[in-house]
């Protein structure tokens, strides 16, 4: 009776966290940090801030830099934390090369509002990339994905002539991350941020870049090697000796 007891007490116990993570996963996933309205950016670079107003309302936020010659364009998808006021300043690696930087922040990041759902990340992706595409051709288009934002990247650039896609530290699908960090969680039945990227990466048909490291301690290094192997249009797999999730950009290579 004892046992019977404990058991049924284990599996309640189960149960409560199984709903938790179930209901409340985005807090597991995005670590965003909110900017009040207000807030100025100074990247030492001219940059416009991008207002937009996705279909169901919520406005999305983004930072445009522009190149003062550019020779393209770079659609930037950024990792699951932080703001614009952090993450502006990777766009100075691109102007160095030439070309203007379009980076939004997710919903409930930064700037900008609305719910925050995976159709909407996809649908938000596609309004920042025509708004881009009013200034730019998509084969002068660099969609640029970087941890969570490579599973936004992927499917946006499904069937489009874009000049590239880049991906780094980027995973097959969210579930798989999600084993090696919780392996006693059913993450395939549980997740509805699903961000399956090994499904849509065979329709993309623009030339990919996949650049990891090998050392990376959030998404395993094996996951992008995976998903390199799964489309023929990679023209480069970019390991990064004992880089990690978040350094890549301290190491020559």
């Given at each position: 009776k004892a046992m019977f007891h404990i058991l049924l007490f284990l599996g309640g116990l189960l149960l409560v966290v199984l709903l938790g993570v179930y209901f409340?996963?985005?807090?597991?996933?995005?670590?965003?940090?909110?900017?009040?309205?207000?807030?100025?950016?100074?990247?030492?670079?001219?940059?416009?801030?991008?207002?937009?107003?996705?279909?169901?309302?919520?406005?999305?936020?983004?930072?445009?830099?522009?190149?003062?010659?550019?020779?393209?364009?770079?659609?930037?998808?950024?990792?699951?934390?932080?703001?614009?006021?952090?993450?502006?300043?990777?766009?100075?690696?691109?102007l160095d090369h030439d070309h203007s930087v379009l980076m939004p922040d997710y919903r409930g990041f930064g700037k900008s509002r609305g719910k925050l759902s995976e159709a909407a990340l996809h649908a938000d992706a596609r309004l920042m990339l025509g708004h881009l595409h009013r200034e730019y051709p998509?084969?002068?288009?660099?969609?640029?994905?970087?941890?969570?934002?490579?599973?936004?990247?992927?499917?946006?650039?499904?069937?489009?002539?874009?000049?590239?896609l880049v991906l780094e530290t980027p995973f097959t699908r969210l579930a798989h991350?999600?084993?090696?960090?919780?392996?006693?969680?059913?993450?395939?039945?549980?997740l509805h941020y699903r961000f399956l990227s090994d499904e849509a990466i065979g329709r993309v048909r623009a030339p990919v870049w996949i650049i990891h490291g090998?050392?990376?301690?959030?998404?395993?290094?094996?996951?992008?090697?995976?998903?390199?192997?799964?489309?023929?249009?990679?023209?480069?797999f970019i390991p990064v000796q004992g880089g990690g999730h978040n350094d890549l950009e301290g190491h020559p290579g």
């Open positions: 409340f996963q985005h807090r597991l996933i995005f670590f965003p940090t909110v900017l009040p309205q207000e807030h100025v950016f100074d990247f030492g670079n001219d940059v416009e801030e991008v207002f937009l107003t996705a279909d169901d309302g919520a406005v999305i936020h983004a930072l445009y830099f522009k190149a003062a010659a550019p020779r393209g364009a770079v659609l930037y998808f950024h990792g699951n934390a932080g703001d614009l006021s952090g993450w502006g300043h990777i766009a100075s690696q691109f998509l084969d002068e288009i660099v969609v640029h994905g970087r941890s969570i934002g490579t599973g936004i990247a992927v499917p946006l650039a499904e069937g489009l002539p874009l000049k590239a991350v999600a084993r090696v960090h919780y392996p006693w969680l059913p993450a395939d039945r549980l090998t050392a990376d301690e959030v998404i395993p290094f094996e996951l992008g090697r995976r998903l390199a192997e799964m489309t023929e249009r990679t023209v480069a």
